[in-house]
């Protein structure tokens, strides 16, 4: 019972702009739930749906059993949403912010203060109480918006870019914040950041031009690619002959090899043998995530290529 | 969990009014001048002669002003900061935001709503009778303008056009119009323009009210149709078209 369900979801902007086909996939509503994708990717308006706040043009989901459309005002008691452009109200603090959005849920005034106050101390946030929000950090603001939805009573959890536009280390604090929540709430996050969907997730959900590329655990999404090993080399290295593979040059001259493990280890041998420098390793989201979105958007041009050629001819 | 529903009501007040005048005191300034300062120009043009149409006036504007507001405020809240979206995917109730918000609006102006209803006493000394009119009157243009407002704001997705018609709106139906002096200082045919706010039709009400305009019987019921009629079906057309979430 405790799952996400999609069948068959898309929405379509007027008349031309599909922003999600035919997403199909079930995960487990519990843990943290990454959904990865490029801008534009249709991760926002799965969000949206999900959250009850945009109705699908056709298809159906549910989470834990309830239909987030037909049981919309059911599914409502048990969420919550940081937009992704959501910002702290400037002339408010994080303490009055998170008090009127409990009372907003219906918290009483006493009740809604206790909340307030225990999510502020939970996330680190106690001595910024009182300040307003307009005169704090872009991480502190951050934050102050999950303490919003921390204190509420919600067990389903949206996070749409949560970290955009945070500094690194302010992002890294913002995951401890995630894994936190997610001890006994299940949250659905989108990030374009691959790092962070390798650290927190424990399902992840890849999305290529509306389209569900890929949805699993990470092992599980490694195992499915073609490719699972990369081997690295420096700069104006001489690359190995290879059987099996694909080799690509980044921008500073790096080489990567992405292979099979055979292959990897075959590649390595020789390469040690030779006393040169590499590393060698199982490949990283970075390198699932472009196969697997380059292989999807290759394939649609393909496919669009192919389409226009049938159309020509007939 | 038992949600409360005056908890909600009392949440928007305090976002929209209460910590808003506590922490941004400046605007709360800027909302009591306005109607004051035509107040004070109308008064001093007229050498006095106009003082109690002119308090009336700004009771008018006072309130067409929290409808309009209403449609800043509440843009404001939903475009920059994203609450409605937060507020949807939640048990909030959409009456319940609507209604709070509308109520934070009156309390917002409360401070220009005495200072005016204090020299409406003083100039126009209503009996009661007159009073109950002239509040009755003072409501159905906020119930007008509120419906305005809030109809505005679920259509509109920019903040700077949101605050550029606010302010249009108020001095169009508030400052142009014959609500600060009577209408018949307009000549024929520009009175029958005035006749498409409005706020001419409670403004002839609450000057006949107070005595400075005489209107036959026939008149002043046709006043009072028109602006019920106004508000209720506004309420109706906002209550089936205005915009709580995406679809």
């Known amino acids: 019972m405790d799952q996400l369900i999609t069948n068959g979801l898309s929405k379509r902007y007027g008349q031309k702009t599909d922003a999600l086909q035919d997403v199909t996939f079930s995960a487990p509503s519990s843990g943290i739930f990454a959904l990865i994708g490029r801008n534009g990717a249709g991760k926002t308006t799965l969000v949206r749906i999900l959250a009850t706040e945009l109705a699908p043009t056709s298809g159906s989901a549910s989470i834990n059993g309830i239909d987030v459309v037909k049981e919309d005002k059911k599914l409502r008691e048990r969420i919550a949403i940081v937009p992704q452009e959501a910002r702290t109200i400037s002339w408010m603090t994080p303490k009055q912010s998170t008090l009127t959005y409990l009372m907003w849920r219906g918290f009483e005034y006493s009740e809604a203060k206790k909340r307030a106050e225990e999510s502020l101390a939970r996330l680190k946030l106690d001595k910024y109480a009182d300040t307003l929000n307009r005169l704090l950090s872009g991480g502190t603001k951050r934050k102050a918006l999950a303490a919003m939805v921390l204190a509420s009573e919600a067990d389903i959890i949206f996070l749409d870019e949560p970290t955009t536009g945070l500094d690194p280390i302010s992002r890294k604090d913002f995951w401890v914040i995630l894994r936190e929540l997610a001890k006994d709430r299940f949250i659905f996050l989108t990030t374009h950041y691959l790092e962070e969907a390798e650290q927190l997730a424990d399902t992840l959900g890849i999305l290529g031009e509306g389209r569900l590329v890929a949805v699993g655990t990470v092992p599980s999404i490694r195992g499915r690619i073609r490719y699972q090993y990369s081997v690295k080399l420096p700069a104006n290295s001489p690359v190995p002959g290879i059987s099996q593979g694909e080799v690509t040059t980044g921008r500073n001259g790096e080489v990567q090899i992405l292979t099979n493990e055979d292959e990897a280890f075959s590649i390595s041998k020789r390469l040690s043998v030779a006393g040169a420098r590499f590393s060698i390793g199982p490949v990283s989201l970075d390198d699932i995530f472009f196969q697997l979105v380059g292989e999807s958007t290759h394939a649609e041009q393909e496919a669009a290529t192919l389409g226009n050629e049938g159309g020509g001819s007939g | ?247």
Request: proline residues 4%; without cysteine.
């Open chain 2, 1 to 247: 969990m038992r949600r409360s529903r005056s908890s909600q009501l009392v949440a928007a007040i305090l976002v929209n009014a209460v910590y808003e005048m506590k922490n941004y005191p400046i605007n709360l300034v800027n909302t009591v001048l306005s109607p004051l300062s035509f107040l004070v120009v109308i008064d001093f043009v007229s050498r006095g002669a106009l003082i109690g149409q002119a308090i009336e006036g700004g009771l008018i504007m006072s309130m067409f002003q929290s409808g309009m507001s209403l449609q800043g405020d509440i843009s404001h809240l939903k475009n920059d900061f994203k609450l409605q979206d937060m507020l949807v995917s939640s048990p909030a109730s959409p009456a319940a935001y609507v209604v709070g918000m509308a109520a934070s609006e009156i309390i917002y102006n409360l401070p220009a709503l005495a200072i005016l209803i204090v020299l409406g006493a003083i100039y126009i000394h209503p009996g009661a009778f007159q009073a109950l009119e002239l509040t009755a009157a003072l409501l159905l243009m906020f119930l007008t303008s509120i419906t305005i407002g809030f109809m505005f704001a679920t259509l509109s997705s920019d903040i700077v056009q949101s605050f550029a018609w606010s302010r249009l709106l108020t001095t169009v139906f508030t400052a142009i119009t014959p609500v600060y002096y009577p209408i018949t200082y307009i000549p024929y045919p520009f009175r029958y323009l005035a006749y498409l706010s409005p706020t001419t039709y409670v403004a002839e009400i609450m000057q006949n009210a107070a005595g400075y305009l005489q209107l036959s019987g026939n008149v002043l019921i046709t006043d009072w149709a028109i602006i019920s009629g106004l508000a209720a079906v506004l309420l109706v057309v906002v209550s089936r078209n205005a915009r709580w979430k995406e679809v």
